[in-house]
Structures are given as C-alpha cells and as structure tokens.
C-alpha cells in the first residue's frame, strides 16, 4: 500500500465490516472506519469524509441485503445497492483508490447444474438480485481500479444471519423446517476478511471480478442439520430437534430465490492465492470463534 496511504472501510458495524476491521488490524493496516453516519447515497458526505485523508483503498462493506423487503422497496435496495456503490466507484476514481465491493450469488437465475464463473450472464430473479447487478455494473462503468467478489450465504459470528437464525430456532422451538432443494456453498466471514486484509496488505494489482465461498455443495437443510450437530457439540444447545426437509414450495417467500448458484472459485485461488476452506471446517471454526468470544446469544445488528 502507498506510504502514508490508509484504508477506508465503510459498513463497518456490519457482519463482514467487524471481521476485516480485525483482519486489517491482524495485518497492521491503518484505517479509517465509518457506518450509517456517513450515507454511500449521499456523494457530498462520502466527499466530506475522505477530505483531508490519504486513502489508498477503499472497502465497501455496506449494503441493503433484506431480500424480501426489496420487492416492496425497490427504491431504497437500488439507492443503497446501486447508486451508494456508483458514489463509492466514482470517488475511488477521483482519489485513486482501489476499491473492494461484495456482490452475491444471487445475480444468477441458479437455473443449471454447472458452477458458476466470473463471465457467465448475471439474470438475477429478485428486485435484491437486480440492485446487485446494477451495483456491478456501475462499478464498472466508473473507470476505476476495483475488485468485485460475489460470494453467497455469507455468515459469521456478528449481526444476524442463517447460523445465528438457526441457533435460536433450534433453542426455542420443538421443530424447524428447512427447505432442501436450494443448492449453494456458505461463505464464512472470518476467513473471508482475513483473505481481503492479505490482499490489500500486498498492495494487489489483479484487478477484476471474483468469485468466493468456501468448498463443498450443500443445501440449506444440509447446513442447518450441520448447525445444529456442531451447536451441540459446543455446547451451546441443550437437547436436540427435529428437522424436517421441505421443497421451496411448501416455504414461499416474497423473493424469488436461485435454486443452485454454486460459485465457482478456481479464479480467486489462482490469481489472489485466496485460502478457500471446506465449509464444514470453516462451520468448526465458528463455532470455535464463538466459544472465545462467549455465550451463545444472537448479536444485535442486521447482516451487512
């Protein structure tokens, strides 16, 4: 990174935005931090903040990720999805600053068997899937230096997600259902962040678009007998329950959700030398995370 030259992350109350606080802190990388005080969809507070600042990178963390609720919100998944990344992508430019964005697997319809790579065609099913894609393509459009990564079923031990959802319906109901025919791999925010903090730490040039998650296909029933299992384990749950496997159909949700968007991650481990882990190991190693930082209560906070 440029003498002097610090990071900017921005979203960093979220989910994957306290991870690689810690990972540019494991890594001796001075930042700047900022969350919903200053607005992505307001261009003249993005300007304001980095004044005065010598900023090298940029990392974009913050996002509006309630699938759902973007079919009834459009507007605001798009100001926040699209038009914040825009603002982000065009003052990067202006600073000369790389920039790092998250996109999802959700901009693929998730309508074939084969994983899918950096240049197959967004067609995404959902207002939220819409709103990442857009985001993607004004990135690009700005002209700058960026590196985009799509990732999918993104957890970690902050803010709410599906393994945190899952602890609490698992220690309070006598039941879960768990649809089985969506088909993906999870993306474990720890080592994540901790591939990104590596990645700015060596100053990369490889600039383009990336997809990441951890090895292994299952389904969201997979997963949850898995949370469950290690949950156990740990220590964190008293008493098993039954999980019953459902079709999407007996689970409607007001988003359209992609049946099988596997990623592939053959790019990021050639080109970045990006660690990817099987997901049931890095499933160990959050809850081995979670054990250090003690109790098994949900974090506050929306994923981000």
Not at 59 to 85: F, H, K, Q, S
Not at 101 to 126: I, K
Not at 148 to 157: A, H
């Amino acid at each position: 990174m440029g003498i002097n030259a610090g990071v900017w992350l921005v979203g960093a109350n979220g989910m994957l935005g306290q991870q690689l606080a810690a990972g540019l802190v494991g890594e001796n990388l001075p930042f700047f931090a900022s969350d919903r005080e200053v607005d992505i969809c307001d261009p003249r507070a993005l300007a304001d903040f980095a004044r005065n600042k010598r900023i090298g990178w940029i990392v974009n963390c913050a996002a509006y990720t309630a699938v759902d609720r973007a079919e009834d919100e459009p507007d605001a998944a798009m100001a926040v999805n699209a038009g914040g990344v825009e603002n982000l992508a065009s003052l990067a430019a202006r600073l000369r600053a790389k920039l790092i964005h998250f996109s999802s697997d959700y901009v693929f319809a998730g309508d074939r068997p084969e994983p899918y790579r950096e240049d197959d065609a967004p067609r995404p099913l959902s207002r939220y899937g819409v709103s990442k894609w857009q985001g993607e393509r004004r990135l690009a459009a700005a002209g700058g230096r960026y590196f985009l990564f799509r990732i999918s079923w993104l957890y970690g031990v902050h803010g709410a997600n599906f393994v945190h959802t899952m602890l609490r319906v698992f220690a309070e109901k006598e039941k879960a259902r768990v649809v089985d025919d969506q088909f993906g791999s999870p993306t474990y925010a720890a080592l994540l962040a901790a591939n990104i903090a590596r990645l700015v730490a060596v100053d990369s040039e490889r600039f383009g678009v990336y997809h990441y998650c951890d090895a292994g296909v299952i389904s969201w029933f997979d997963f949850a007998v898995a949370v469950q299992e290690l949950a156990l384990q740990a220590g964190l749950l008293d008493r098993a329950i039954p999980i019953e496997a459902i079709p999407t159909s007996q689970f409607p949700t007001r988003a359209a959700r992609p049946l099988r968007a596997v990623l592939a991650t053959d790019k990021v481990r050639r080109e970045l030398d990006f660690q990817v882990r099987p997901w049931r190991a890095n499933l160990e190693d959050f809850f081995r995370e979670k054990a250090r930082r003690g109790g098994p209560e949900e974090p506050p906070g929306a994923p981000a």
